[in-house]
């Protein structure tokens, strides 16, 4: 991203609630857009600056962008959202969970949708979201890499869902693509057991869609940029946009709506 044509740099999320932005960086060069959890010292743990970021990043994301890659710092992908949550003091400006349990329950889920915010708009069909995964991926880190599109993985990563072990629920938009990725009765192994998922498991149950060593990691989600890049522009936003529906659909409908795509093609190509 020598030459990136956006840059944005968020403060760290310790700094408060007038500079917060939890350490989120985001470059853009053309077509491709990065974001990169910047707090390896504290393995990128997440903080609500952290989804206030990536919800604002998605909010201003330049239309030509059609990749957006997800990576992380340092040894670990992300450890989750910080431990700070759960002690008295909480996270500086950001509160605690105590201070959300004290708060009306309409004002706390409010601030768990603005938070889902930031991971929603990773599935629009104009672009394609990649997470680039690599050490621990833990609990909002794993909902992170769940909410891309794809996930290329290293060879030591770890995922585990360990909310059900603290006496939480996963809210960060994972539910769903976890069982859709590895089916109702994995996902519950997966989250009742909060147990780590490792890359070759990952592989197999389709949670990953390539493992690499990790010093691949980099090159590996590089090449499959490319190759996304590769096809037309148009017929990829209207194909994710048939392939993301296709679940709810019948065949029927299915086919009627692969049809009414196709005749919008055609008249773009050929008209
Ligand atoms: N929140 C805040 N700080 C964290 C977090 C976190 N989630 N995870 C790691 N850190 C900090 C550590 O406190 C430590 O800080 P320090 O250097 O100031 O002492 C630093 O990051 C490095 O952590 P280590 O544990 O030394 O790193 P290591 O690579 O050995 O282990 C691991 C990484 C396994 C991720 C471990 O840090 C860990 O278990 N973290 C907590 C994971 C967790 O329970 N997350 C919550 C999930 S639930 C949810 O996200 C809703």
Redesign the pocket.
Known sequence: MAEAQARQRGGNADDGPATAEGAVRFEVDGEIAAITLARP???N??TFATWSALARIGESLPEQVRVVVVKGEG??FS??????MFTSEGVPGQGSFSSAAASEDAGFEQRIRQAQAGFLWLRRPEIVSIAAVQ??A??????LALACDLRIVADDVSF?M??PA?G?V?D?TGTKPLVELVGLAKAIDICLTARTVHADEAMRIGLAEQVVARSDLDQAVREKVTALLSTNRDAAVATKRLLQGARARSLEEQSRAEGIEQAARIKALFG
């Open positions: 010292d504290k393995r743990a997440q040894p670990s450890a989750g959202i910080d431990l700070r050490g621990h833990i609990g909002a880190g794993f909902q585990c360990k909310e603290l939480l996963p960060l």
